[in-house]
């Protein structure tokens, strides 16, 4: 084990002096190369600013205003069935918009249930099972300059369906 730690203090540098050596030995302008990089990446994160703040601030909209207990509400009269927790319905529908948001209302799915409980389970097996859909579609589209996104939406909506029925069943094989 003290082996693995020390080889983790010096595997960063070792990977910053491997990179710029090779770099030296393939004659290519190390510094130059990394500032055109550094240029190209805030020109990135100017581009995505005005989205990143757009998606957050309808989040806590949609948080704030109650809209997203409301939508729980009359999904969970028809979710009564199913094996699917009423509980995590709002961190199931704002985990498609913000993961920041979403692991809020996951603390505060522990503080109520508990990490250890099966409603707990679920919504941590949620966390990493599930993506942040519509995040992640508006700022590659933009990002890319995709206009035309066919059948992504649905897709992703299938796939994070999916996910969240794998949670319930791992939940059930571990708890």
Known sequence: MQFILYLSRFMVPFLIFYVIGYGLLAKVPVYDSFIRGAREGLETVVKIVPTLIGLMVAAGVLRASGF?????????????????????????????????????????????????????LIASLMMCCTETIFYTMSLYFMTAGIKKTRHTLGGALLATFAGLAACVVLAGMMG
Request: glycine share 8%; aromatic share 8%.
């Open 68 to 120: 997203l207990d409301l939508l729980a509400s009359l999904l969970e009269r028809a979710a009564s069935g199913s094996p699917f927790p009423a509980a995590l319905i709002p961190l199931a529908l704002l985990r498609m918009f913000s993961s920041s948001a979403a692991t809020g209302l996951l603390l505060d799915v522990y503080k109520e249930y508990g990490p250890d409980s099966s409603v707990g």
